[in-house]
């Protein structure tokens, strides 16, 4: 009994950071205009030589959506692929 009850546990906490990070990318397919304010945020970080990739521009956007870093270049990598592939 214990093991399945450990299992129980494992498969329960792994699949909450699954379920919020599907969240968190589906307000981007419902805000499109909250999503080009962002592209025009990177737009202005590469007229600066600065990448979207990069740590300030992570920092940005995990400021501004109070995500970690990790959260942050994700969601900013599927802005970018939706909305704005001219970015580098």
């Known amino acids: 009994m214990k093991p399945f009850l450990f299992f129980l546990f494992l498969f329960f906490n792994s699949s909450f950071p699954v379920?919020?990070?599907s969240n968190l990318l589906e307000t981007v397919k419902k805000n499109p205009n909250e999503a080009r304010n962002l592209c025009n945020k990177f737009r202005e970080f590469n007229?600066?030589?600065?990448?979207?990739?990069?740590?300030?521009?992570?920092?940005?956007?995990?400021?501004?959506?109070?995500?970690?870093?990790?959260?942050?270049?994700?969601?900013?990598?599927?802005?970018?692929?939706?909305?704005?592939?001219?970015i580098i």
Do not use: M, R, W
């Open 47 to 86: 007229s600066n030589g600065i990448s979207a990739s990069s740590d300030q521009a992570i920092e940005y956007v995990s400021n501004k959506k109070k995500l970690t870093p990790v959260n942050a270049e994700i969601f900013s990598i599927y802005v970018i692929g939706l909305h704005c592939p001219d």
């Open 19 to 21: 379920l919020s990070q």
